[in-house]
């Protein structure tokens, strides 16, 4: 028979004026559905507690979980995340509060900013002729 993780079972509780507490207990299947014998035995035992006059009884489905045989898998140890740093707090530098351009900075591809370089002009050549000799 292939053990699964849960147990199912029928419990008979008795409420006997301290909260309900277990009686008895009947094994069946998930959806609660018990065999033949196992239902007329649970129908009995029901009868002769409230026969008994103590108390009041009711029958509960439950679910737990199953000891036999199931070991749960072994969890790898959690690694905590680096904290992520806020991009609201840090500001662009050369871009103001209205969110435009600061003089002397630029966009460039990817949309960042960054400082505008003088473009270097090119280099004059003297005026004065060189004396021939």
Known sequence: MKTTKYKYNKIIQGNYGHGWEDVSEYECNSSG????????????DLKEYKASGQGVYRVIFRKSNNSRGMK???????????????????????????????????????????????????????RTAKKPK
């Open 72 to 126: 749960s898998p072994a969890r790898k140890p959690c690694r905590k995340a680096a904290p992520k740093k806020k991009a609201a707090s840090k500001r662009k530098e050369g871009v103001k509060a209205d969110g435009t351009l600061k003089k002397g900075f630029r966009y460039v591809k990817g949309g960042r900013v960054v400082k505008a370089k003088c473009a270097a002009s090119p280099k004059r050549k003297s």
């Open 33 to 44: 559905a018990m065999s033949k014998d196992e239902r007329e035995l649970l129908k009995n």
